[in-house]
């Protein structure tokens, strides 16, 4: 390829044509070289789509790897924490990955595609280190990040919409299962996955039939409440789930300088992807080491008083006298579907078991005047937002 | 359980030997494998042509450390010692040095000569203090590194301030800026320009190779000898130590794999499917070979596998072995002088010239070489009256492009021969049979990962606290009960016993994490 062939600039996804002209708002951010919609034409509505019908993501700028090989299964088994040899053809794991010294990289997703085909999904991109760790296997990665669209649909009246789109047998796919599909003559993969934790579904497809899809899904979608939605909704559905985002809540551990400032997946709560029974995984001796000593961080998921999102606070131990800083917010909203002041934070061990009550310092402004409220908060254990339908299979027909 | 061992030491080269012989004085029940049939490794005597044996691979004895001599009271004898260095001349005219005395040039070369031996000795003697005992790792709060990295700095400091700073000045340097300052005579400067190239993929222009001349005089300030019987003697003399302390010595047993469950060696399975038993597992193979062929990335870390994967070990040495029926006549050297070692490196650009090539995957049509005719002092290796001649002929990449097919290898041997002819015009008739070692027969025959003797260049890169890889010096490597003892780690290639020496003691200690 000459340097003329190279695209330059923001890359657009194959859906560009079909966002552009649902776009009023024109807000579009970077997201791995590709341009991403904040907001298509208002946040809370598109958040509302994907709690009370289907909201639709572009996420083709997802990181997107193809792993295949004899050897595949035991290097995707040493890359991350969990034991992949559970994972069967058809199935779908969420995966966190450290580095020699096992603090996280990155988390993501691995498809089970077919007996020793696999595909790794993330935010970020990996390729310099899943290369690193493919030496001494026979293992081939592509990424197909252009090549594959993408799209999350999400919301109670998913399964419906693409059940009037005709995929057959979709009722039986259970949570973190896929299923091959035909459509117009291409593969169509659906996964029951997302990051909103809400009933929902992941579409992926060859990049070629990209908005044929679009057009039949929202065709499907017309009487469901179909709508296209952007970053900020799905954020503040994912903080609601609990779920974690690269860069927000964790620094990935190869864009640290400082010691300290990256994290183990015990430090992010993800003690049950770790698997010591299993054979090794990297990170595995060094996590071994801080299981012994104890770790230097919790994530913790907090539920304020009042109505004032404790962007960037601190966390203290107590209200008044000999006030500690503890730690700090990396997530913070408002929950409308849970009526809840919500947030993710990291505190110091000991601190932050679910039950304990903490202090969050949270600066507001009221007419250019700053104010400051000390707002008590709970460490809960369980998502903010869990719905029975998330997990029902089949699920009921919205 | 009878297959159960306290220590199991793979490859019986001269470090697994003295590694495994000091772990049986200490009590342990070990057990050695060796793949091939003689123990060894790369010092071995062995037959190549009818009646004429050799010394395979390493063929003249620098450093054999006087502690592993003590430690297993070795009685070595040797054919001949403190052997002289002749560098050969066209014209009969050939220069001499051994120790700090040197003949055949001009006065002015002489007194140079030998104020830089005296240098290059006192600087080689701060490494070889360095040699003995396991290097010190950085970063660690371990007190007995801190005070011997202290030590090591002490130790540079104490050379005074003006030494000090010469020798932090030329131990990354080249060999060839430095002799071209010092030296007027060409084959002066060719033969210590071979010294310090010798067995790397290095030429006398390349960056550190000072260091690997230092390396070279560390065991013993130069000093080269010939054992009795070829190398395969002092191996056999390791081995009878071995025994001795009780070792069970079992060859004809390569080892497939290094079985390894929830996170620590637990044994190791042959290619006959036998299996052993033991949680300490030592190898003398290279940290390549250990990890990549034996261990396997599966069980080791992602960034640790691509250190190892990375080690620099490109062979880029051959060996050539002539069966006579007569020593060859060459102008100017009497008769004893055959039993010295001769060297063929015109001058300095000649042996850098023979290099170029090899940058490229292309062996050196006119290569350099380091000639002895063991069988001059040792009759045991040749029938009476022949000779055999033994010569490390560079520069020959391990990965010569195209491969090291018949034609390759037979345009390389008339390189070498045409190369000794020039001198020895008698040569080719004095040929009886012949025999060519290239890196790619080395790796087949001695197991070393590209051929390479050392395990491993000896650059700065991968000395001292990153040999062989950062993270894994004192012989221990991030899996529990593995060990290395070869010359992969700290201090090197040579047979010199050192490396198998720390490992050893790294291992009573019960290792040394920090």
């Known amino acids: 390829m000459s340097i003329s062939e190279v695209p330059q600039g923001r890359l657009r996804t194959p859906f560009y044509s079909r966002l552009q002209k649902l776009d009023t708002l024109n807000t579009w951010h970077e997201w791995k070289g590709y341009s991403s919609a904040d907001a298509l034409y208002c946040a809370e509505t598109e958040y509302f789509a994907i709690r009370n019908a289907t909201g639709v993501f572009d996420l083709t700028p997802m990181t997107k790897y193809r792993i295949t090989g004899p050897d595949a299964l035991d290097y995707l088994d040493r890359l991350?924490?969990?034991?992949?040899?559970?994972?069967?053809?058809?199935?779908?794991?969420?995966?966190?990955?450290?580095?020699?010294?096992?603090?996280?990289?990155?988390?993501?997703?691995?498809?089970?595609?077919?007996?020793?085909?696999?595909?790794?999904?993330?935010?970020?991109?990996?390729?310099?280190?899943?290369?690193?760790?493919?030496?001494?296997?026979?293992?081939?990665?592509?990424?197909?990040?252009?090549?594959?669209?993408?799209?999350?649909?999400?919301?109670?009246?998913?399964?419906?919409?693409?059940?009037?789109?005709?995929?057959?047998?979709?009722?039986?796919?259970?949570?973190?299962?896929?299923?091959?599909?035909?459509?117009?003559?291409?593969?169509?993969?659906?996964?029951?996955?997302?990051?909103?934790?809400?009933?929902?579904?992941?579409?992926?497809?060859?990049?070629?039939?990209?908005?044929?899809?679009?057009?039949?899904?929202?065709?499907?979608?017309?009487?469901?409440?179909?709508?296209?939605?952007?970053?900020?909704?799905?954020?503040?559905?994912?903080?609601?789930?609990?779920?974690?985002?690269?860069?927000?809540?964790?620094?990935?551990?190869?864009?640290?300088?400082?010691?300290?400032?990256?994290?183990?997946?015990?430090?992010?709560?993800?003690?049950?992807?770790?698997?010591?029974?299993?054979?090794?995984?990297?990170?595995?001796?060094?996590?071994?080491e801080e299981k012994r000593n104890g770790s230097t961080w919790r994530l913790v998921k907090l539920d304020i008083e009042g109505?004032?999102?404790?962007?960037?606070?601190?966390?203290?131990?107590?209200?008044?006298?000999?006030?500690?800083?503890?730690?700090?917010?990396?997530?913070?909203?408002?929950?409308?579907?849970?009526?809840?002041?919500?947030?993710?934070?990291?505190?110091?061990?000991?601190?932050?078991?679910?039950?304990?009550?903490?202090?969050?310092?949270?600066?507001?402004?009221?007419e250019m005047h700053w104010t400051r409220v000390m707002a008590k908060a709970v460490v809960v254990d369980k998502p903010f937002w869990f719905p029975p339908r998330r997990s029902l299979t089949p699920p009921a027909p919205y | 359980?009878?297959?159960?061992?306290?220590?199991?030491?793979?490859?019986?080269?001269?470090?697994?030997?003295?590694?495994?012989?000091?772990?049986?004085?200490?009590?342990?029940?070990?057990?050695?494998?060796?793949?091939?049939?003689?123990?060894?490794?790369?010092?071995?005597?062995?037959?190549?042509?009818?009646?004429?044996?050799?010394?395979?691979?390493?063929?003249?004895?620098?450093?054999?450390?006087?502690?592993?001599?003590?430690d297993l009271k070795l009685n070595l004898k040797m054919a001949a010692d403190n052997m002289s260095t002749i560098v050969l001349s066209a014209d009969g005219q050939h220069v001499r040095y051994c120790g700090d005395q040197v003949s055949g040039v001009r006065q002015k070369d002489v007194a140079k000569f030998a104020e830089f031996h005296k240098r290059m000795a006192r600087y080689s003697d701060l490494l070889r203090t360095a040699f003995n005992k396991p290097p010190p790792r950085l970063g660690t709060t371990n007190k007995k590194d801190l005070f011997s990295l202290a030590r090591l700095g002490f130790d540079v400091r104490r050379l005074g301030k003006i030494e000090m700073r010469e020798f932090l000045r030329l131990i990354g340097m080249n060999i060839y800026d430095e002799l071209f300052e010092r030296f007027d005579s060409p084959l002066l400067k060719g033969g210590l320009s071979l010294d310090a190239v010798l067995g790397t993929h290095l030429g006398p222009r390349s960056p550190n190779t000072i260091m690997t001349y230092l390396y070279r005089l560390a065991g013993n300030r130069g000093r080269i000898a010939s054992p009795a019987g070829g190398m395969g003697s002092v191996s056999d003399a390791l081995a009878q130590a071995a025994r001795a302390a009780?070792?069970?010595?079992?060859?004809?047993?390569?080892?497939?794999?290094?079985?390894?469950?929830?996170?620590?060696?637990?044994?190791?399975?042959?290619?006959?499917?036998?299996?052993?038993?033991?949680?300490?597992?030592?190898?003398?193979?290279?940290?390549?070979?250990?990890?990549?062929?034996?261990?396997?990335?599966?069980?080791?870390?992602?960034?640790?596998?691509?250190?190892?994967?990375?080690?620099?070990?490109?062979?880029?040495?051959?060996?050539?072995?002539?069966?006579?029926?007569?020593?060859?006549?060459?102008?100017?050297?009497?008769?004893?002088?055959?039993?010295?070692?001769?060297?063929?490196?015109?001058?300095?650009?000649?042996?850098?010239?023979?290099?170029?090539?090899?940058?490229?995957?292309?062996?050196?049509?006119?290569?350099?070489?380091?000639?002895?005719?063991?069988?001059?002092?040792?009759?045991?290796?040749?029938?009476?009256?022949?000779?055999?001649?033994?010569?490390?002929?560079?520069?020959?990449?391990?990965?010569?492009?195209?491969?090291?097919?018949?034609?390759?290898?037979?345009?390389?041997?008339?390189?070498?021969?045409?190369?000794?002819?020039?001198?020895?015009?008698?040569?080719?008739?004095?040929?009886?049979?012949?025999?060519?070692?290239?890196?790619?027969?080395?790796?087949?025959?001695?197991h070393m990962t590209g051929g390479h003797w050392h395990h491993g260049e000896l650059t700065l890169d991968q000395f001292l606290f990153v040999r062989p890889v950062a993270g894994a010096a004192q012989y221990q490597m991030p899996l529990d009960g593995l060990y290395l003892c070869g010359a992969g780690t700290h201090p090197g290639g040579g047979v010199s016993g050192a490396a198998g020496r720390n490992a050893a003691r790294v291992i009573l200690s019960g290792g040394n994490r920090a």
């Open chain 1, 307 to 366: 109505n004032k999102p404790a962007h960037h606070s601190y966390i203290y131990a107590k209200e008044k006298r000999n006030r500690k800083e503890i730690g700090f917010i990396t997530s913070a909203a408002w929950s409308p579907v849970c009526k809840q002041n919500i947030a993710l934070g990291t505190v110091r061990m000991p601190h932050g078991k679910p039950g304990d009550t903490v202090w969050v310092e949270i600066f507001y402004q009221r």
């Open chain 2, 246 to 446: 009780g070792v069970t010595i079992r060859t004809d047993m390569p080892v497939k794999r290094i079985v390894v469950e929830n996170g620590r060696v637990t044994g190791v399975e042959t290619e006959g499917g036998e299996k052993f038993f033991s949680l300490t597992i030592v190898s003398n193979a290279d940290p390549r070979r250990t990890i990549m062929k034996l261990v396997g990335a599966r069980h080791l870390e992602t960034r640790f596998i691509q250190r190892i994967n990375n080690i620099r070990m490109r062979g880029n040495a051959a060996k050539l072995h002539l069966a006579l029926d007569g020593l060859p006549t060459i102008d100017g050297l009497a008769r004893k002088d055959f039993g010295e070692r001769l060297l063929i490196a015109a001058d300095e650009n000649y042996v850098e010239r023979a290099f170029n090539p090899a940058k490229y995957g292309e062996s050196s049509p006119s290569p350099v070489l380091e000639l002895t005719f063991p069988s001059f002092r040792d009759e045991s290796l040749a029938p009476s009256g022949k000779h055999v001649m033994s010569a490390i002929v560079q520069y020959a990449p391990y990965n010569l492009k195209g491969g090291w097919n018949e034609a390759a290898r037979e345009r390389f041997k008339q390189a070498a021969i045409k190369a000794i002819s020039q001198y020895a015009p008698d040569i080719e008739q004095r040929i009886v049979a012949s025999e060519l070692l290239t890196p790619a027969d080395i790796e087949r025959e001695f």
């Open chain 2, 1 to 70: 359980m009878t297959d159960r061992y306290d220590a199991i030491v793979v490859g019986a080269g001269h470090n697994g030997l003295v590694c495994a012989a000091l772990l049986g004085k200490a009590g342990k029940r070990v057990l050695l494998l060796e793949a091939n049939r003689q123990v060894g490794g790369a010092a071995v005597t062995r037959p190549f042509a009818d009646g004429y044996s050799v010394s395979a691979a390493a063929h003249l004895l620098y450093q054999l450390q006087p502690d592993v001599q003590k």
């Open chain 1, 80 to 288: 991350v924490t969990r034991d992949m040899r559970k994972i069967k053809p058809g199935r779908v794991a969420y995966a966190v990955w450290c580095n020699d010294q096992g603090q996280v990289i990155d988390d993501g997703t691995i498809f089970h595609l077919r007996e020793g085909e696999y595909r790794l999904c993330s935010q970020e991109r990996h390729f310099a280190w899943l290369t690193a760790a493919a030496i001494g296997f026979d293992v081939s990665i592509v990424v197909e990040t252009a090549e594959i669209a993408a799209l999350a649909v999400q919301g109670p009246t998913s399964f419906s919409v693409l059940s009037r789109m005709g995929l057959e047998g979709l009722g039986d796919l259970k949570p973190f299962g896929l299923m091959h599909f035909e459509f117009e003559g291409a593969e169509l993969l659906v996964s029951r996955t997302g990051y909103t934790g809400d009933l929902g579904y992941e579409v992926w497809i060859a990049a070629e039939k990209a908005e044929a899809l679009w057009d039949a899904l929202f065709d499907a979608g017309k009487l469901h409440g179909i709508r296209p939605i952007g970053t900020s909704a799905l954020d503040l559905a994912r903080i609601e789930a609990g779920y974690l985002a690269a860069f927000e809540d964790f620094l990935p551990a190869d864009t640290t300088v400082r010691t300290g400032r990256s994290r183990s997946p015990f430090e992010l709560g993800l003690d049950w992807l770790v698997d010591f029974k299993k054979p090794n995984f990297n990170g595995r001796r060094a996590l071994a």
